[in-house]
């Protein structure tokens, strides 16, 4: 597949995720919905992994890569599918979208990294902004909102410190490898925690929209959704691939504004606009500095 056409799927598979986990709810329980989701991507990725010929690597090592990732999506997808409830899709959205910052704050404790330029301090307090802005609205929805917010933020975390501690096992393998030994070790957590929380199972109350969003969101955003992301990673530098991050609010937005009737109010917009300033500062925001140095300098 062209690394375009896999970027482009990238973005819209994020785009739509957030609706497509709010949809999977509306009429199957959360912790149902999500099981199914990962079961269908299991048997899929199993499927994908026996046409390939691709080999599973299952000594410590990659056990260890397959749990830190799976730690992402169990944590990630769980806390998400709970905030659904309550959380606006675009929401949810713009406060993944602060998942490289969170990431760049584990990395200097775990990876030993460099500390915050004073450029990315600043972006940092600006997506703080911004977020406090998106959230004052959900904030005043009561108790109910408060433990959705906290959910996403839970998540993010989540989120975060799997994908930096992946970093930390050194080990080259097929991206979908991973993703499948990942898949095999969060699917069954995923049933675990459904059975303990009622384990329901009632499909004649179950939405024809739902059942399509699970279907959805098992091939396109848990599998296919992987795979293209691992594909852009390989083949386009770091800052491109960040960019995602930028775009991916807006749509998100805008998606569940004109087909879920989720409220756009003044602030939410005013601070998506601020947080994605400020994920923007924090992406580019030293090149660009260094750029202007290097230009004034040759002028000078």
């Given amino acids: 597949m062209p690394v375009k056409v896999s970027y482009f799927f990238v973005v819209l598979i994020w785009s739509t995720t957030p609706l497509g986990i709010v949809w999977s709810s509306d009429s199957i329980p959360p912790t149902m919905s999500v099981f199914l989701r990962m079961l269908i991507a299991l048997v899929l990725g199993a499927f994908v992994m026996a046409v390939a010929n691709i080999r599973l690597p299952w000594h410590g090592r990659a056990i260890k890569l397959y749990a830190y990732s799976a730690l992402g999506i169990y944590g ?7 905030a659904a409830q309550s959380v606006p899709s675009g929401v949810i959205s713009l406060v993944f979208g602060l998942a490289p910052i969170l990431s760049g704050l584990l990395a200097q404790r775990i990876l030993n990294e460099a500390k915050f330029s004073k450029v990315k301090v600043i972006a940092l307090m600006l997506s703080v902004c911004g977020l406090a802005l998106v959230c004052k609205d959900q904030l005043a929805g009561g108790s109910v ?3 959705g917010l906290l959910c996403v933020f839970a998540a993010v975390c989540f989120f975060s410190l799997s994908g930096v501690i992946v970093k930390t096992v050194k080990l080259a393998i097929h991206p979908m490898a991973t993703t499948f030994g990942a898949l095999i070790i969060a699917t069954p957590l995923f049933f675990i925690t459904w ?18 969003s699970i279907l959805y969101l098992g091939v396109f955003g848990s599998l296919l959704g992987f795979l293209a992301y691992f594909h852009v990673l390989q083949k386009l530098e770091a800052s491109t691939v960040a960019l995602i ?9 805008a998606l569940g504004t004109l087909l879920n009737n989720e409220p756009l109010s003044l602030s939410l917009i005013i601070g998506a606009v601020i947080i994605v300033t400020g994920l923007g500062l924090f992406q580019f925001g030293d090149k660009l500095l260094k750029s202007k140095k290097r230009s004034a300098l040759r002028y000078d």
């Fill in 76 to 82: 990630g997808m769980m806390l998400s599918y709970f």
């Fill in 145 to 147: 909102f408060n433990v």
């Fill in 195 to 212: 059975l303990l929380v009622g384990g329901t199972f009632a499909p004649s109350s179950w939405s024809h929209r739902a059942i399509a």
């Fill in 245 to 253: 991050t930028l775009i991916t609010p807006g749509f998100a937005i």
